[in-house]
């Protein structure tokens, strides 16, 4: 087993001098009678740019637009600034009691006078 | 010499820091910045000499204090170190004095108001962590509220109002029901054994029934769980680490944070380890939705603050991890990794208030060939990125390796009994490491290599008061990433104590000193 590794340790060096080892000459020629072949060798099998697409690109817009876009920003801040916005609302609305006029204040005390009476009146 | 009057001097010293400061006349800013210096550099040399007299070999609390505070409610005043507060205490001294040194050229308005808001912090997350007795520790921890308010709301960024805001209305609602559950529990003790005690020692391994512990685990853990942070509870954190000063940051990322995950351990845990053990599940599911989602937005941030704020959301997904696997490694790798991350998140931070400083702005896109511009600050930069990720001889390491060890060791047999899924977010936690590799590689390297940007030049490279705190801290990411026995000796005895409480619910009473 280990003949065969270092089997292709020599293999890569011999082929290393056979293509450079006089200059860039024969590397050049060979390039260009195989240039399909040379474009896969020199663009490293295209590897990185596979990675890339199948798992770089995905995650960056799954990241983006689903758990930041939508998790995030419209989930869980949207149900809170959303929860904040209603209690200002319902303030807002709720506030309308105080309408500062007295009249109305004492009409509201007398009525609550009154059935404070009528309940302990019914409750014996 | 080292004894309960000395970690009560630790404690206060910030107090009485606060009173001389507010004692100087106006205008003398640079007396406020060297007495608040002196203050921290002394609770710092204290606080060491507190440690190292920390008996590793002694299980229960150390230094004790516990005079009556309130008896007619059975409340003391009572403070004590134990194996899992040590390190966080000694955390927050060591960050005391590199917090007040970033702020030297930071702050220049109001400058009394805020170094007494940061000694005021650190009182208030000193006593959190010492508290024994729990309406000591709520007091603190709401305590903790008021001056980060203020630091972020005074001293902050544009949106600043908003963001403190956001941070005070989310912690206090937890905290409000975590006061809910304390009185409960306190009172369903009382009726039950006639003790009337706040003392986390008469309160562990609760008797009560299964039902209601779950509720009151709900209630506590949700305070925590918005303090760790824990997914989905964790938007607060985004807004309130990009508004904030670096000082709140440091803070917030170094300290603050850590009692989320310090309140689960000594209180959430022990205090109802029925409910603990049946949520666990749950707790792994999102302790791992935090390392994963965490890192995951991490990746698409423009803002250089927030992907720091996202990727502290993933490193305390680790330490959930670790704390509910309830495996002895796990628990200790989680306490490594609270440490390890003050130390590497508050370097990154004030890393990022120093490059603020010369360009004013937080925007990736501005930044560019850092390398060649600010070597020193490069340095540091790739040092504490590595930190973070976790490459082996930094803390960093040591933590999130020990926290997934747990894990593991803990889903392993329930795999080999057909239950798969503390397994399955065992491994799916692992891919947290991978993308935590991603997103502050990326940032790196947009940030420090490549085409050099058009920023304001000429920049200056670390001044000595930088280069000394960033220093300190590299120091310490690599001690403790180096010789991680060291403080773990010191935690051993303790995490014992939490698993057994936990897994076997036994109640902890009478042991105390």
């Known amino acids: 087993m280990r ?103 004492v009409l509201l005390a007398v009525a609550g006078v009154v059935g404070c009476l009528a309940w302990m009146w019914r409750n014996g | 010499m080292a004894d309960a009057t000395l970690l009560n001097l630790v404690l206060w010293l910030p107090v009485i820091g606060i009173a001389v400061i507010a004692a100087t006349p106006r205008g003398a800013d640079s007396w406020v ?141 937890g905290s409000i029901l975590m006061l809910a559950a304390v009185i409960y529990l306190v009172y369903s003790l009382n009726a039950t054994t006639g003790i009337k005690s706040f003392a986390f020692a008469d309160l562990y391994g609760s008797h009560l029934p299964l039902h209601t512990q779950m509720w009151l685990l709900a209630a506590f853990g949700l305070s925590f769980a918005i303090k760790v942070p824990m997914v989905p509870l964790h938007t607060w954190l985004p807004d309130a680490h990009v508004e904030a000063p670096t000082t709140g940051s440091v803070i917030l990322a170094g300290v603050l944070l850590k009692m989320g995950t310090y309140g689960f351990m000594k209180l959430g845990f022990p205090l109802f380890p029925e409910a603990t053990r049946a949520f666990t599940p749950a707790l792994m599911t999102l302790a791992v939705i935090s390392i994963v989602y ?7 941030q423009t803002d250089i603050k927030k992907i720091i704020a996202y990727s502290s959301i993933s490193h305390l997904g680790y330490v959930m991890l670790g704390l509910v696997s309830l495996d002895l490694v796990g628990i200790q790798g989680a306490l490594l990794q609270m440490v390890s991350h003050g130390l590497v998140a508050g370097g990154l931070f004030l890393m990022i208030g120093m490059i603020y400083e010369r360009c004013h702005t937080r925007d990736i896109a501005a930044y560019g060939g850092l390398a060649k511009l ?32 747990g894990a593991f060791n803990a889903a392993w047999p329930q795999h080999v009994a057909g239950y798969d899924l503390p397994l399955v977010l065992a491994v799916i936690a692992v891919s947290g490491v991978v993308l935590g590799a991603l997103y502050m590689l990326w940032l790196a390297q947009r940030m420090l290599f490549g085409p050099v940007k058009a920023l304001h030049q000429p920049l200056r490279d670390l001044d000595a008061r930088e280069r000394a705190i960033l220093i300190a801290i590299v120091a310490a990411i690599f001690a403790i990433g180096l010789y991680p026995q060291e403080p773990l000796r010191k935690t051993e005895l303790a995490a014992r104590e939490y698993q057994q409480i936990v897994m076997s619910g036994r109640g902890h009473h009478g042991s105390l000193p």
């Open chain 2, 294 to 300: 965490g890192a995951c937005l991490a990746l698409v």
């Open chain 2, 33 to 173: 910045r060297s007495l608040s210096l002196a203050v921290m550099l002394l609770q710092l040399a204290l606080t060491a000499i507190l440690y190292v007299h920390f008996d590793p070999a002694r299980a229960g609390l150390q230094f004790v204090t516990s005079r009556p505070w309130i008896a007619a409610w059975g409340i003391d005043y009572r403070i004590g170190l134990d194996g899992i507060n040590v390190l966080l205490v000694a955390l927050t001294a060591f960050l005391g004095p590199l917090v007040v040194a970033g702020a030297f050229s930071a702050i220049q308005k109001d400058v009394k108001l805020f170094y007494a808001m940061v000694l005021f912090i650190q009182f208030a997350m000193l006593g959190t962590f010492l508290a024994q007795d729990l309406f000591l520790f709520y007091v603190f921890w709401e305590a903790m509220l008021i001056p980060m308010f203020l630091i972020i709301g005074i001293w902050g960024g544009e949106r600043r109002i908003y963001a403190t805001l956001k941070f005070v209305l989310y912690t206090a609602f």
């Open chain 1, 3 to 105: 003949r065969h590794i270092v089997g292709f340790d020599i293999a890569g060096l011999a082929g290393a001098m056979f293509v450079y080892g006089k200059g860039l000459a024969r590397g050049e020629a060979l390039a260009a009678r195989f240039p399909r072949l040379h474009r896969l060798l020199s663009g490293k099998y295209f590897v990185d740019e596979l990675y890339e697409s199948l798992l770089g690109r995905p995650l960056h817009w799954v990241s983006e637009r689903i758990f930041l876009g939508v998790g995030d920003r419209f989930l869980i801040d949207g149900s809170l600034n959303g929860m904040a916005s209603l209690a200002q609302r319902a303030a807002g609305r709720l506030s309308r009691v105080e309408t500062g006029s007295l009249q109305f204040y």
């Open chain 2, 374 to 405: 600010l070597p020193v600050y490069s340095v540091f930069f790739s040092i504490l990125t590595l930190a973070s990720i976790g490459l082996p001889t930094t803390s960093g390491f040591a933590g999130e390796f020990m926290a997934l060890l």
